[in-house]
C-alpha cells in the first residue's frame, strides 16, 4: 500500500519529509502540535490536527472477534485517541500479536484499539499492527503507568491479557477510561478512580472527619442541655 509522505512547514522552511507515522509519534511527543502545517507530495496543505483525524484504511492484520462483522461501515475509523506505550507481556492464547520491540502506538478508533510497532524476524526489521474491537475488551486494571486488558477470543475459554506501559500515570488513566465497553478487573480500583496509595491515604481522612463531627454534634447537644 502506498505511504504518503508530508513536508513540516516550520518559520518558512520545509522539514522532512516524515510518514503519516512518523508524524502522529512526533504529535504524542509534543515535538509538533495540532495547529501546525503539513505540504503533502500533491501540493495540499493540511494541518497535523487534520491528518490525525483522517484515519487510515483498515488494512493489514485484523484481530479476530466475538461481535458480528461491522457491516456497512466505512473503511475508514475515525481516531479518538493516540498514546506511545511498550509492550510489556501477552498472556494466554487468542490474538496474534508480534513480539513488538520499542515504542508502540496504541490508538483507540471508533470501534477497535490498534497496536502497531516494529519486531524482529530474523536479521531484519519488520512493521504490524494488531486490532482488537473494543467490545471484546471486557476487562482493564491501572497499575501506575502500566495498562493490563484482557480481552475475549474465541480462540480460548480463558481471556487473554496484553499489558502495556503508558510511560505515564495520566496517559495510562486516559486509555482505561477511553474503553467504553470496558469493566474493572476484579478487585482492582475504579478505572477513573484513584491509584490504591491514595485511597489509602484518604480513608483515615475521611474517618478522622466523621469522627470529628460526631464529636462536635456531641459537644454542641451537652451544651444544649446545660443551659435549660
Not at 83 to 100: C, M, N, R, S, T
Not at 105 to 115: A, P, W
Amino acid at each position: 500500500m502506498e505511504n504518503p509522505v508530508y513536508h513540516v512547514l516550520h518559520e518558512g522552511r520545509r522539514l522532512g519529509p516524515f510518514d503519516r507515522r512518523t508524524i502522529v509519534g512526533m504529535k504524542v511527543k509534543k515535538t509538533l502540535s495540532s495547529k501546525d502545517v503539513l505540504l503533502g507530495d500533491d501540493g495540499t496543505h493540511l494541518t497535523v490536527g487534520e491528518l490525525v483525524r483522517q484515519g487510515q484504511p483498515d488494512t493489514g492484520f485484523e484481530a479476530s472477534s466475538l461481535a458480528a462483522p461491522l457491516a456497512g461501515s466505512s473503511s475508514y475509523s475515525v481516531v479518538q485517541g493516540i498514546h506511545a506505550a511498550q509492550l510489556l507481556e501477552v498472556e494466554g492464547k487468542g490474538h496474534d500479536i508480534p513480539a513488538f520491540k520499542g515504542e508502540v502506538e496504541v490508538r483507540v478508533q471508533t470501534k477497535v484499539l490498534r497496536i502497531s510497532g516494529r519486531f524482529r524476524e530474523g536479521l531484519s526489521w519488520k512493521e504490524d499492527r494488531v486490532k482488537f474491537p473494543l467490545q471484546d475488551i471486557a476487562h482493564a486494571r491501572l497499575r501506575g503507568t502500566v495498562v493490563d486488558l484482557w480481552v475475549r477470543t474465541t480462540a480460548a475459554k480463558r481471556m487473554q491479557r496484553v499489558s502495556l506501559d503508558l510511560l505515564k500515570p495520566a496517559a495510562a488513566g486516559e486509555l482505561a477510561e477511553s474503553l467504553p465497553y470496558t469493566a474493572p478487573y476484579p478487585g482492582s480500583e475504579p478505572l477513573a478512580g484513584r491509584s490504591p496509595g491514595a485511597v489509602s491515604t484518604l480513608q483515615p481522612l475521611m474517618w478522622a472527619a466523621v469522627v470529628g463531627a460526631v464529636v462536635t454534634m456531641a459537644g454542641f447537644l451537652v451544651w444544649a442541655l446545660t443551659r435549660h
